[in-house]
Each structure stands twice: as structure tokens, then as C-alpha cells.
């Protein structure tokens, strides 16, 4: 195939989706002015007041603008319910839309990376790409932390006194503050960072790609769906685009980098005829190579939840009393950029082992000091609080298909939920731990009472129930283009180069070999950056081993201010 007559436009590197990856991607292989690089990016702008107001999460998340709109198919052990799986679809992506919790994993969890036959990818080989990616003046000085990077990460600058009630309630169980979740092996409770900078969201939209896009070599296609990835024989040679003008084929001289997601990226080297050839061609889809893993090993983590109602209003929320506290926090924000509007309002956190003999914690509770309204809202109304528990290694594997040969119709999504009983099992224990902490007498001058799963529901029998009729995700999919040696479950190599073909990578949390034991989008960071090393060929930063001595106290360690 003669690329520069088949194509209508040539570029040296395609960048799939201009999501959380994707948009280090094309800034990294942009930096140098003679690579042509394009972005192809299926939504449209993210600036937006819902996006950029940290406090604004839910309605980020909420509103159709700037999502996909996804949810599972029906899920046989939760009750047959269509859970909703929010994945953003405008420029930033999910990182866009995220709760912008910043943590980058467990050592241990890079380290199994490494040792699952993925040469590179321990945590001393992506503490480097951790750090530059990151500004964090508050660890100052520690050797886990760095400043100077395009991602601001900082405490937001207000903290509910609730979240005191929280901490003294998990410390009351043995549990121990953590000065720093991003220091190799974090464990216990405490205040968290986010990719917050100055009362605004982070994103790698803001941080990466903007300044990025000054550059006459990046050319950033919005609302351009990518169809399918053009094999010229075994070789990635281009992507075929629709947009509202129609569809187009766009050249790739040197690389075509999928970043379309945990969801679509399998999605778009499915229709590209890349996957299980059987599937394939059930669905009228030319096989172009036989591929089986691409769409397996879809797993997240599943979450159940505490949920407490009470008339104190010292929650965040809006109500007739919290109403001039709220309007005074509206003043605050557009003043200052400083109070409750500059968070993501999820302030302390714990991850925790809820078992002896565990190398890292298995289960993450977060702490909610705001009311879950009864019916979708994006901000919460009345008062309350939410203690969620977090299953951090899930045991039950799903998959992710096609409905049809239309490129634009979405995915069949099927993480196949509580498939597994182990999953079952750790939620019940977790939600037995979350009511311990509710129970201390912290929580006591609140008043607070529970409203789901509710005082009649205390033994096992019932808690399962609940939990299958309420079950949640947190947003963290992952694995469906799993990073491996050559095999019926990996799709990519070490060099997140798809299995036998050329000229084309997958880089995002699809490639995970397991998702991460947390939140997950500080570890797509460092996937891209270290993708973008490879692709150009710079050599890999020399590891960082793991200090004997703790990482420092922060340096910013504030008093809770009133919400
Ligand atoms: C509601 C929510 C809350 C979360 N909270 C946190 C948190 O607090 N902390 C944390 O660390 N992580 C959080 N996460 C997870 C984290 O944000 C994601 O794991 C991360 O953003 C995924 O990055 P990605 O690059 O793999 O995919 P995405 O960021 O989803 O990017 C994929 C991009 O590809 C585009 N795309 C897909 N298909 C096509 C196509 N065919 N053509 C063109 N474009 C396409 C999409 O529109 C999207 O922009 C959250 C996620 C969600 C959704």
C-alpha cells in the first residue's frame, strides 16, 4: 500500500483518544518539531466551569456532555442490573471527569508487573516517571516526590471536621496514620492529595496537552471518531476517521498509538479485525490477526457503602441551614480559589489490610462527608456522610465485546461483577469494618442515623443482598489489552507493541497486567510517559531503588478548617 496516495492527510504518529494517556502522548512525541503528530479525540472541548471547579465532580460526572454514557449489560449476580460505568468522552477523557484522588499504587503491585514477564515495569523502574510527571512542593524533599512536572498535586485546602470523626474512628481499630499514600507501601488512614493546583482540576488536558497545543506540529481532531486502525499486511499504516463531514483515512508514517481506554480500545482493535477471530467474524468483521485476549481480563473494582442522614448540617451539602456557610464558600472560591469548592471532597481515606499476612492493603475506605442523595443530583442536598469500602484486588474477570460491526455503536461491557465470592466476601467484611467506624463516639455529637443497608440489616445473609442490590464501581477498569509475554491472555509486549504486528501500540489502563490496588490514573500517567520513551527510542531513566529511611512528614500538615 502507498501510504501517501491512499491517505487524505499523513502524520508521523496518530494518537488515539485524547483521554488521561493520550494526551502525554501527544504532548511528549510533539516536543520534538519534526515529528507531525495528530490527536484524535471522539468528544470535544473540557472548558468547562463543571470540569474545572473541583467541588463540581458529581455534575462533571453527571452531566451527558462529557461522558459516554456506558453502562454493563445486565449482571447476573447483582441482581441483573445495568450498572453505570462513566468514562469520559472530551478532551482530558475520564481524567477529565475523575475524582482526582491522587495515588500511584503499591511497589508491590509494579514489582508483579515486572515479575509476570514485563522487563521494565517494576517500581524502580517507574518511580522515575512518576516523578516527572509530577509538581508536588508539599513532599519537598522527599525522595518519592517531585516538583518541576507538568501535574500540580497538593491537599485541597479545605477539610471537613467530619473527616476528624473518620480518623478517629478507623485509628480506634489498630490502624495507623499514613503520612504519605505515595510513598512504596502505603497503609493506614489519612488526608490525600489530588491533582489539584490552585483551587482548579488538574488534568493531562490542562497540564500536558494545552501548553502542547501551541505547537504547529500537534493537530488536535475533536468530536473525530476513530473507526479502525488500516493494516497494510502486518503493519499499523493509518486510521480510518468519521466526523460529521463524513469519513476520512489519515496516514501514520511511524506509529499509530491507541489510547481509547480500557472500554475502547479493545473496541477500536476489534473493528479493526484485531481479536478473537471467531467473534470477529460473527460479526461480518474481516479477521486481520487472531488476537483472543483482546477484550478479556476486564476487571474493577466493585465498592458497597455506608450511608448515614442526619440534621447536623457540618456536612457538605445545601440546605436552608448550611445556606449561608454555602453562599460564604461561594465567595470564598471566587475570591480566593481556597474552602470546601476547591475540593474534590473526599479528604481522608484509608487503605488497609483487613487480614494478617498480606503484603499491601486490600481494601480502601473512603470517607464521604456529604449526604448520597436518594435520587441522582450532582451536588448532595440535606446532610449526611458516606463510609465506601473499596475491594482492591477483585478476583471476578469480565470482558468487553462488540454489539454489532457498527464502529459507533457502543461495546458490550460485561466485568461479569461478584462472579467471583471472594468479592462478596471482602465487601461483607469491609461493610461490617465501616459500621465499626461509624460506631466510634466521635460520630456521637452528629447524631447520625443509618439509612442504608439499615439497623435490620446485620447478618451476612442480608448484607449480601444488599450489596448485589447497590453494588457500585469506582471507575478503574482495566487489563482488556493486558501487557505480556506473547500468550492467549496478553495483547501487548513489554513494549506495549501489540503481539505480531507493527507500527502499533496500545498505551492506557487497558494494558494494565492487573489494575492497580487503588485509584489508577497516576499510574496511566507514567504508562504514557514511559510509552513516549520508548516509541522515540530515548533510552530508560535509571531505576530508583526503594529508600531504607520513611519519605518525610508533609509539609503541609493544616488543621481542619470549618466547612
Ligand atoms: C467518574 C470517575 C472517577 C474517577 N476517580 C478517580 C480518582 O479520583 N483518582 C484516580 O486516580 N482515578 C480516578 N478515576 C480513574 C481514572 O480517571 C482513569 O483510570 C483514567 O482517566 C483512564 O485513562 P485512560 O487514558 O486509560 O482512558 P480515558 O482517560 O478514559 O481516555 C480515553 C479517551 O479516548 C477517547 N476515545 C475512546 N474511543 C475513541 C474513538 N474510537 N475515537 C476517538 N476517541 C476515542 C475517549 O473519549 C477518551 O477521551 C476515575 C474515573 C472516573 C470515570
Not at 512525541?29 to 474545572?52: K, N, T
Not at 465498592?303 to 442522614?309: E, G, K, L, N, R
Request: net charge neutral.
Amino acid at each position: 500500500m502507498n501510504t501517501s496516495t491512499q491517505f487524505d492527510r499523513d502524520y508521523d504518529y496518530i494518537v488515539i483518544g485524547a483521554g488521561t494517556a493520550g494526551c502525554v502522548l501527544a504532548a511528549r512525541l510533539s516536543e520534538d518539531p519534526r515529528h507531525r503528530v495528530c490527536l484524535i479525540e471522539a468528544g470535544g472541548s473540557e472548558q468547562h466551569p463543571f470540569i474545572r471547579i473541583p467541588a463540581a465532580v458529581g455534575a462533571a460526572i453527571m452531566s451527558p456532555k462529557f461522558g459516554w454514557g456506558l453502562t454493563t449489560v445486565p449482571q447476573p449476580h447483582v441482581n441483573d442490573r445495568r450498572i453505570p460505568l462513566p468514562r469520559g468522552k472530551v478532551i482530558g477523557g475520564s481524567g477529565s471527569i475523575n475524582g482526582m484522588a491522587y495515588y500511584r499504587g503499591p511497589a508491590q503491585d509494579f514489582d508483579d508487573w515486572a515479575a509476570m514477564g514485563n522487563p521494565g515495569w517494576s517500581y524502580a523502574e517507574l518511580l522515575p516517571y512518576f516523578l516527572r510527571s509530577e509538581h508536588n512542593p508539599e513532599y519537598a524533599g522527599s525522595p518519592y516526590h517531585a516538583t518541576g512536572g507538568p501535574m500540580g498535586v497538593s491537599f485541597p485546602t479545605s477539610r471537613n471536621r467530619l473527616c476528624e470523626a473518620f480518623n478517629a474512628g478507623i485509628a480506634a481499630l489498630g490502624y495507623e496514620y499514613c503520612e504519605d499514600f505515595n510513598a512504596p507501601e502505603p497503609h493506614g488512614y489519612g488526608y490525600r492529595q489530588g491533582t489539584i493546583w490552585k483551587g482548579r482540576r488538574v488534568s493531562t488536558a490542562s497540564a500536558y496537552l494545552r501548553p502542547a497545543m501551541r505547537r504547529p506540529n500537534l493537530e488536535v481532531l475533536t468530536r473525530t471518531h476513530a473507526r479502525r486502525i488500516l493494516l497494510d499486511g502486518r503493519r499499523a499504516v493509518g486510521v480510518e476517521i468519521q466526523t460529521g463531514e463524513g469519513v476520512r483515512r489519515l496516514g501514520a508514517r511511524k506509529e499509530v498509538v491507541l489510547c481509547g481506554g480500557a472500554y475502547h480500545s479493545p473496541h477500536v482493535l476489534m473493528h479493526s479485525g484485531i481479536g478473537d477471530e471467531r467473534d470477529l467474524k460473527s460479526w461480518g468483521i474481516e479477521p486481520r490477526h487472531h488476537l483472543p485476549a483482546v477484550g478479556r481480563n476486564l476487571h474493577d473494582h466493585p465498592s458497597a457503602f455506608v450511608v448515614m442522614d442526619m440534621d447536623d448540617p457540618t456536612s457538605y451539602g445545601v440546605s436552608w441551614k448550611a445556606l449561608p456557610r454555602d453562599i460564604a464558600n461561594i465567595a470564598q472560591y471566587l475570591v480566593k480559589r481556597t474552602g470546601p469548592l476547591a475540593s474534590n471532597l473526599f479528604e481522608t481515606n484509608a487503605y488497609i489490610k483487613t487480614r494478617p499476612g498480606l503484603d499491601r492493603p486490600d481494601m480502601q475506605v473512603v470517607f464521604q462527608p456529604a449526604r448520597r442523595n436518594i435520587k441522582p443530583f450532582p451536588i448532595p442536598i440535606g446532610h449526611g456522610f458516606v463510609v465506601a469500602v473499596v475491594c482492591l484486588y477483585p478476583k471476578s474477570r469480565g470482558r468487553v465485546r462488540l454489539a454489532g460491526p457498527d464502529p459507533l455503536a457502543a461495546p458490550l461491557i460485561d466485568p461479569a461483577l461478584l462472579s467471583d465470592d471472594a468479592d462478596l466476601d471482602a465487601l461483607i467484611r469491609g461493610l461490617k469494618l465501616a459500621r465499626r467506624i461509624i460506631a466510634h463516639e466521635a460520630f456521637a455529637k452528629y447524631d447520625a442515623r443509618e439509612r442504608a443497608p439499615g439497623a435490620s440489616v446485620t447478618d451476612d445473609d442480608g448484607l449480601a443482598a444488599y450489596i448485589r442490590e447497590t453494588l457500585v464501581t469506582v471507575h478503574h477498569p482495566g487489563s482488556t489489552c493486558r501487557m505480556g509475554p506473547r500468550g492467549d491472555d496478553t495483547v501487548v509486549d513489554h513494549e506495549l507493541k501489540v503481539h505480531g504486528l507493527e507500527g502499533l501500540r496500545v498505551a492506557d489502563a487497558s494494558v494494565y497486567p492487573r489494575v492497580v490496588g487503588g485509584n489508577t490514573n497516576a499510574s496511566i500517567v507514567a504508562i504514557a510517559e514511559k510509552a513516549s520513551d520508548m516509541i522515540l527510542g530515548k533510552p530508560a531513566p535509571a531505576p530508583i531503588e526503594r529508600r531504607a529511611a520513611a519519605a518525610p512528614e508533609a509539609a503541609d500538615a493544616r488543621e481542619p478548617v470549618e466547612a
